[in-house]
């Protein structure tokens, strides 16, 4: 079964340094993946994904991550923190293939907290 | 409207108690999904619907978990005696594409969330 692993329940960066979440997923064939986040209080969001065009995908707010298949890889990464990143930060599968819905499987989630 | 709305935003129930949460997705979404959301856990898949179809229902963890979409737009999901194992945030999802369309993009509400006392 398809499944993620994000390391790291708890990432405190600085504001102005960069921002690395990382997230593996478990798959002989290489699924779509999708980063999301989640403000407080908020739905989730989509910050940017994976379909199998360029292994480097860019997103909203800054922010792109590196499909890298030799690794089952796909770290999200931002060069420069800011305040308002802040948030809860979602990885998340799907499985290539005809026939299934387009469910998405997430991981744990992180929590990023940006110091001033 | 402009985005996912459910309702109410929080519920509290006392064990064995009936309840229904309610989601409307954006109009014209044929898709539509429901996840829970365990403290400090990621969102957990529930069930599909594409239009009024239940194509998917895999994820509902018992029988007293029941969700309807009857007329293909605003969807229920009903849990009857509740326990406090189903405690959790209740999030919709809605999305354009059919079935199989997995890049498509979801829009989520901003959930529910149920407290079992």
């Known amino acids: 079964a398809q499944s993620v692993t994000q390391l790291g329940s708890h990432v405190s960066v600085s504001e102005g340094a960069l921002v690395l979440l990382r997230c593996n997923y478990s798959?002989?064939?290489?699924?779509?993946l999708f980063w999301y986040v989640q403000y407080p209080n908020q739905g989730l969001q989509l910050l940017l994904k994976y379909t199998s065009a360029a292994t480097l995908v860019k997103g909203i707010n800054g922010f792109e991550a590196e499909f890298k298949k030799s690794e089952t890889s796909f770290h999200l990464t931002k060069p420069s923190a800011h305040m308002s990143d802040a948030a809860e930060y979602f990885c998340a599968v799907t499985p290539r293939g005809g026939g299934a819905t387009n469910k998405l499987i997430f991981g744990t989630g992180t929590l990023l907290a940006v110091q001033p | 409207g402009a985005g996912v709305s459910q309702s109410p935003r929080y519920k509290v129930a006392k064990r064995g108690q009936d309840v229904a949460l309610r989601c409307d997705p954006i109009?014209?979404?044929?898709?539509l999904f429901w996840y829970q959301q365990a403290l400090g856990q990621g969102p957990e898949f529930l069930t599909y619907f594409q239009n009024e179809a239940q194509l998917d229902k895999s994820g509902l963890p018992s029988d007293r978990f029941f969700a309807e979409r009857p007329e293909g737009s605003v969807s229920t999901l009903k849990i009857q005696r509740t326990q406090q194992e189903d405690s959790a945030v209740y999030l919709c999802a809605s999305s354009l594409a059919q079935r199989g369309a997995t890049n498509e993009k979801l829009f989520f509400g901003s959930g529910t969330q149920l407290s079992v006392l």
């Open positions: 798959s002989s064939v290489p699924p779509y």
């Open positions: 109009s014209g979404h044929v898709s």
